[in-house]
């Protein structure tokens, strides 16, 4: 009988630590990307560029902070 416990002890206690470990994992990667997304202000120039365009520092800044706050929306939409 405690041979039959101490098994189960062992496979809960691996499935808790499984889980919440997955459950850790996902949160700091998903505050990792809202602090430095993969999108930064050298990309967004030269995909305004590669449109034909020459953008402002203004532009740049605000497609950044669109690109910010469209995920910041989509996390929160998806709580």
Same mark, same amino acid.
């Given at each position: 009988? /405690?041979?039959?416990? &101490?098994? !189960?002890?062992?496979v809960v206690c691996l499935l808790a630590g499984?889980?919440?470990?997955?459950?850790?994992?996902q =949160?700091?990667?998903k505050? %990792?990307l809202m $602090? /430095?997304?993969p !999108? /930064?202000?050298d990309?967004? =120039?030269?995909?305004?560029?590669s449109?034909?365009r020459?953008?402002?520092e203004v #532009?740049? #800044?605000?497609? %950044? =902070?669109q690109? =910010? &706050?469209?995920?910041? #929306?989509? $996390?929160t939409?998806?709580?």
């Amino acid at each position: 009988m /405690n041979l039959l416990i &101490a098994i !189960l002890l062992m496979v809960v206690c691996l499935l808790a630590g499984f889980f919440g470990g997955t459950w850790f994992s996902q =949160r700091q990667t998903k505050k %990792l990307l809202m $602090d /430095n997304p993969p !999108l /930064n202000e050298d990309a967004v =120039r030269l995909m305004m560029g590669s449109m034909g365009r020459k953008p402002s520092e203004v #532009q740049v #800044q605000q497609v %950044l =902070r669109q690109i =910010r &706050a469209a995920a910041k #929306q989509a $996390d929160t939409k998806k709580k």
